[in-house]
């Protein structure tokens, strides 16, 4: 009896036959998510505070660049993707919404994003720099 196996039996044979398959074609992020999962942004990932900088890490790797909208209001950062796909069977429609408050010592003016070839959206705001000082006090002498 003859046993034929298969060429993608193991992941690595599967992953060198796709890489040579699409070359170095850098394919957008949200080519690649799974969109018949409904688990999407759900977590907030990593979140830095210390006293630089406030960040923290969102995956949208499931929404188009242009499906995303970032709202700052007072220290009131909001996230939000909308998706919506029709095809021949009907009408898909998904969503999420992040609410976060950033520190009160975060500067406003300076929040910045960014989004990764992975899908991972980037959200800093730098620290205020403390604007105390000590004021010397000078002797100054009356005639």
């Known amino acids: 009896m003859l046993l034929l196996r298969s060429p993608f039996s193991d ?4 992953d060198h036959f ?20 409904f ?14 900088k406030f960040s923290v890490q969102v995956d949208v790797s499931h929404f188009k660049p242009e499906d995303l909208k970032i709202q700052l209001d007072g220290r009131e950062l909001k996230i939000e993707g909308t998706q919506e ?3 021949d069977h009907g009408y898909t429609k998904r969503s999420f919404s992040k609410m976060i408050l950033l ?4 500067d406003l003016s300076a929040v910045q994003s960014a ?6 959206l980037q ?7 403390n604007t105390s000082r000590s004021i010397p006090i000078n002797f100054v002498a009356k005639h």
């Open 115 to 120: 989004i990764s070839n992975e899908g991972k």
């Open 11 to 14: 992941s690595s044979a599967l």
């Open 39 to 52: 688990n999407f942004s759900d977590t907030i990932g990593e979140i830095v505070n210390n006293d630089n």
């Open 18 to 37: 796709l890489d040579e398959m699409t070359g170095s074609v850098q394919l957008p992020y949200w080519r690649d998510a799974d969109h018949n999962s």
């Open 103 to 106: 520190p009160e010592d975060a």
């Open 85 to 87: 796909t029709k095809s």
């Open 123 to 129: 959200i800093e705001a730098p620290k205020k720099t």
